[in-house]
């Protein structure tokens, strides 16, 4: 038919591609995953199973995985009788560097997370609260440094 196509008539502006939200960021495009980053990540999640795992042999009960909330992450809390242990776990090519890549700012955002965590979890029973760091590395059994936040 003529004067029929699919462009919007002459005396209207055209529509936007993707429609503006107030108060919301446009996404952006995701483009491929950096092979090194992607290794990284895997790395790590491999690393927070060992150590779960070594945790579960010690007697605790994982609680949560992987919490994440606006502070920050949390990589493990576990629990055992009334003791909630929120645990960050290092990767690294040796126990001693795992060790020094825990930083004071990371501790800072681990408790406030704690603090969501605590908050969301009201039925969770504790008489005390600890933060733990297990390290991983090739070859070696974990490294388990209770109370690693204290100074």
Same mark, same amino acid.
């Given at each position: 038919?003529p ?8 005396g209207?502006p055209?529509l936007?591609?993707a429609?503006r939200?107030?108060? @919301?960021r446009?996404?952006?495009q ?5 092979p090194? /980053?992607? $290794? !990284?990540?895997?790395?790590? #999640?491999? *690393?927070?199973?060992q150590?779960?795992?070594? @945790?579960?042999?010690?007697?605790f009960?994982?609680?949560?995985r992987?919490? /994440?909330? $606006? !502070?920050?992450?949390?990589? #493990?809390? *576990? ?7 929120f645990?960050?776990v ?9 060790a020094?890549s825990v930083t ?6 681990i408790a406030?997370a704690a ?10 029973q504790?008489?005390?609260l600890r ?6 590395a090739p070859g070696?059994?974990?490294?388990h440094?209770p109370?690693a936040f204290?100074?």
């Amino acid at each position: 038919m003529p004067g029929t196509d699919d462009k919007a008539p002459s005396g209207l502006p055209p529509l936007p591609a993707a429609p503006r939200v107030p108060g @919301l960021r446009p996404k952006s495009q995701k483009t491929d995953a950096d092979p090194e /980053r992607q $290794a !990284a990540f895997n790395r790590g #999640i491999s *690393a927070e199973s060992q150590a779960a795992a070594w @945790l579960v042999g010690q007697g605790f009960r994982i609680l949560s995985r992987r919490f /994440r909330c $606006a !502070a920050g992450e949390i990589d #493990i809390v *576990a629990g055992k009788r009334f003791l909630i242990v929120f645990v960050e776990v290092k990767a690294r090519a040796s126990l001693d560097e795992a060790a020094w890549s825990v930083t004071e700012r990371q501790r800072a955002r681990i408790a406030a997370a704690a603090e969501i965590w605590l908050a969301n979890n009201p039925k969770a029973q504790y008489r005390d609260l600890r933060f733990d760091a297990i390290l991983i590395a090739p070859g070696q059994k974990p490294r388990h440094i209770p109370g690693a936040f204290e100074t």
